[in-house]
């Protein structure tokens, strides 16, 4: 994939984890954080689980469906990693069910 293409996945990742917000969608205090949101009081994301594992699946989903509709499913991300300090960290890694790595490599 030619690295210029990235800019794409590097706008994604600013609007999501920039200045952001992040809560998760079945936090008690959702409501709240939407009014501040709607007050200018913060850029709020919303994900089904902000925690380390959960925001590396995230990605890995997000990054995945993006790269099978701009390459045909030519490549894939095969492992994502995500930090929030030194001690705090989670990656997932796996093949998309989607992608034959065969068919343009053969069998390595």
């Known amino acids: 994939m030619h690295f210029g293409k990235l800019k794409k996945l590097k706008a994604f990742l600013d609007d999501k984890f920039d200045h952001t917000l992040l809560i998760n969608k079945d936090d008690p205090l959702l409501p709240k954080f939407i009014d501040l949101e709607l007050l200018g009081a913060c850029k709020l994301v919303i994900l089904d689980n902000v925690g380390m594992e959960g925001t590396s699946d995230f990605l890995w989903d997000w990054?995945?469906?993006w790269l099978k509709e701009e390459e045909k499913?030519?490549?894939c991300c095969y492992k994502v990693e995500v930090r929030e300090h030194e001690k705090n960290s989670a990656f997932y890694e796996g093949?998309?069910?989607w992608f034959k790595a065969?068919?343009?490599f053969g069998n390595l």
């Open 73 to 75: 499913g030519r490549v």
């Open 95 to 97: 093949e998309p069910i």
């Open 63 to 65: 990054v995945n469906t």
């Open 102 to 104: 065969e068919e343009y």
